[in-house]
């Protein structure tokens, strides 16, 4: 089969999808849609993938550009004649792909896509309209997805589910290669939260559920890994009530890298307003940590509460600031939580199992078409 994998960026993500595509004996083609200021993948292409050069892909996409890259993509498509094509985001990839009239489409949600940037304005509900009713099968992680999708029109015999998933023998218990000897924590009980510094990923409802728990709880640390927007404010915050020094600011890590702040951490914190089923919190899940993570429908799918951690109220300091110290004071707890997290990630979160979910729906797309 002759798959045009047509993406937004290049993330730890497409790399495993680009994979796994390729590793079953497809002939696999990457296009990529914009470069962002962010080098979220250090890891090259995989080199039985072919990367399409255009002028798309090397800069943030803005709509007027729309014009000259639809031409584009359509003469790829005539060159490459591929069997189908995956694309996603909704509103980005996907609706290019909509829009060149190809068929059969086998459109990937990202999750905020559906669950949030489909509501954003008129004109994000008309391209998600659109794309999806060009859409031959849609792949989506959650059934939060579904539903949304569903209440565009989009049958649901045609979506496939498809959580992620990560790879199990590399996000597995195990030690921390002395981070936390490091730090001097050795004693402390530590949080991690590694959700970018963005308004919808919450990580300000940590910061001051932290800063509320921390004046009761002298034991209580934070590894904060990422950036975003939020940082000037989220510093402040914290020198202003005094806790700078009890924060780790970890920078941006390295997929290869991630494990080991997994396995330093006593708890798992998201504080997200909005997401499918969260990679992040399946990596949790499988370095075998309890977790407390924000009462969404994404979350609500991994998560119940008092087996593998337990759930807030969104947006509520503190509600959050009341789940640190119940995880404080119930460290044996924990363990069993810990133990179940990792039971729950090898029963619905093994990628090598997963990743034939994705290969189902591009058989399934082809079926249909034809």
Known sequence: MRILYFARDYTPHDHRFLSAAAEAGHRVYLLRLERGSLQREDRPVPSQ????????????????MLAHLLPELRAVIRRLKPDLIHAG??????????????????????????????????????????????????????????????SFGFSPERFVLFPWGVDLQVFSPGEDDGLRKRLGWEQAFVLLCLRAWEPLYG??????????????????????????????????????????????????????????????????VSASHSDGSSVSLMEALACGKPVVVSD??????????????????DGDVDALAVRFREAVFNLNQLITMGATARRLAEERADWKRNAAKMLEGYELALRLHH
């Open 49 to 64: 993938v072919e990367q399409i050069h255009w002028s798309g892909g090397q800069q943030p996409f803005r709509w007027r």
């Open 89 to 150: 985001p909704i509103q980005k990839t996907a609706f290019l792909a909509a829009l060149s009239g190809f068929q059969p489409l086998v459109s990937m949600s990202w999750g905020s896509d559906l669950l949030l940037d489909a509501d954003r304005s008129g004109w994000m509900r008309r391209v998600t309209e659109f794309t999806l009713k060009r859409t031959t099968v849609l792949m989506g992680d959650c059934e939060a997805v579904k539903q949304k999708a569903h």
């Open 203 to 268: 990580v300000d409802v940590v910061v001051r559920a932290f800063v509320q728990a921390a004046e009761q709880m002298p034991q209580l640390r934070l590894i904060l890994l990422g950036s975003g927007s939020q940082a000037a404010e989220l510093r402040r915050h914290l020198l202003n009530h005094g806790v700078m020094e009890r924060v780790y600011f970890g920078g941006q890590v390295s997929n290869r890298e991630l494990p080991r702040f997994y396995r330093a951490a006593d708890l798992y």
């Open 296 to 313: 969404i429908p994404g979350n609500r799918e991994w998560i119940t509460p008092g087996e593998q951690g337990w759930l807030f109220p």
